[in-house]
C-alpha cells in the first residue's frame, strides 16, 4: 500500500494524505486507542503546528457501507478519536466528518501547543479510505470539497481612523478603530510602524498606543498593521502625521489687567495671571514674586493672586509671575507696580507724622507728589488719599 503525504499551511493546517484503503471488520477503539481487533493499515504523520491554539480536526473519509463507518485517529499517542461511527454517514462518497464515536455534536477538538505533533490513523474498519485531514484553529468552518475553502482565511480588516498627538516632546499617543477579523481564527494585536519601522505592538482589544521614544521637535510618521492568531497581516493603514514640541520652548505668561507702574494700595489687591504650555508639554506650577521673594503658588488653573500692600514699605517693586511646564522650562511675565500705602517721610510706618504731612497740603487740586500726600496718583490731595491713608494707619515694615 503506497502512501502520499503532503501538509499545506497556509492560513489554517492542512494535512493531505492520498487514498488510504483500510481492509477489514468493524471493531472499536479501546481507551488505550488500541485496536481491539484486526487492524488494516497505519500512516503517521508528523505535523508542524505553527501556534499555540485550539484545533478542530477534520478528516474526509469515504466508506463503503453503515457498517463500516469510521478510522481511528491518534494524535500525540495521548488522544484518541474513533472519526466518524455513525451508520448514517452516507456512503460511496468523500464526507468531512469533524465528530467522534456517532455524535455528530461530539466534535473533535483539542489544544495544540506550537510546534511537531504526530497525527496515526489505524483502519480499523474494512474498505474505509482517507484523504485529507484539516486541522482548523479556532474558526467555524465546514470544509467542502478537498477543504481549499479553510485553507485560506482572510486577514485582519486594515486599521482606521489612525491618529497621532504629541503628549509631549518626548511621547506620542496612537489611536485608532479596531479591525475585524470576520471568519478569521480571531484578531491576534497590532504592530506598530514608524517611519516604516516596527516599534511596537498592542494586544487586540487595545485602540491606542504610547511611543515614549521620540524625540523633541521632530516630524513623524506612524502607519498600523493588524493580525490574527496565525499571523496573517493586513495592509498597512493610512499614514498619521505628527511634530513633537520644543522640550526647550517656555510656557506664555501674561498679567491681567497691570501695566506697567500701577499703584497699589489699600490691603488685599487681586492679581490674575495666564500660563499657556507649549504644544504637548503641561503647566506644573505658576507663582507670583515680589521682587525675589513667592508671595503665592498654584499648580493648577485659574492663576489667581492675592496680595497684601500692607507688607510692603512704600517704593517701586518688580512683580513676576512666573510658569514653569513639565519639562522645567519657564516663562514669566513682569510688570513694575507702585506701593503707596501713606509713609511720607518714610520712617516705616504710618502715623500721626503722615497724616500731618497730608493735612498741610489738604485740597491742593493740581500738582501735588506723593510725598504731599497724593496717594492716588489724581494730582490732588483730597478724601481719596486720606481714605487710603486711613486704611494704611498704624501699618509698620
Sequence with gaps: MRIARRLLFTAVLALVVAPLLLLGRASAATDSCTPSGTT???????????????????????IPDSANNAVLLKIDSTSCYNVGGSSSLPTGS?????????????AISLSLTAGSHTFQFVGTYAGVEVDRVL??????????????????????STPSGVTAAATSSNSVTISWTASTDTGGPGLGGYYIYRGGTQVGTASAAATSYVDNTVSPATLYSYTLKAYDTLSNLSAASSAAM????????????????????????????????????????TVS?????????VVQTFTTAPYTFSLNTLSYRDGSYTLTVKATDNHGNVGTAVSTVLITNGDFNNDNKVSISDL????????????????????????????????????SWNATW
Excluded at 464526507?95 to 461530539?106: A, C, E, F, L
Excluded at 506650577?285 to 521673594?293: D, R
Design 40 to 62: 488494516y493499515g497505519t500512516d503517521n504523520l508528523t505535523v508542524s503546528v505553527p501556534s499555540t491554539g485550539t484545533y478542530t480536526i477534520w478528516t474526509r473519509m469515504q
Design 94 to 106: 468523500w464526507q468531512w466528518v469533524n465528530y467522534n464515536d456517532g455524535s455528530s455534536s461530539n
Design 135 to 156: 486541522a482548523v484553529p479556532g474558526i467555524s468552518c465546514t470544509p467542502t470539497g478537498t477543504g481549499d475553502n479553510c485553507t485560506t482565511v482572510m486577514p485582519p
Design 242 to 281: 505628527v511634530t513633537t514640541p520644543n522640550s526647550a520652548q517656555a510656557p506664555t505668561v501674561s498679567l491681567t489687567a497691570l501695566p506697567n507702574n500701577t499703584k497699589l494700595t489699600g490691603s488685599a489687591y487681586s492679581v490674575s495671571a495666564s500660563a499657556t504650555p507649549a504644544s504637548g508639554n
Design 285 to 293: 506650577q505658576v507663582q507670583l514674586l515680589m521682587g525675589a521673594t
Design 356 to 391: 500731618s504731612i497730608l493735612a498741610a497740603n489738604w485740597n491742593k487740586q493740581s500738582g501735588a507728589t506723593y510725598s504731599q500726600g497724593d496717594l492716588n496718583g489724581d494730582g490732588k490731595v483730597t478724601i481719596g488719599d486720606l481714605s487710603i491713608l486711613a486704611n
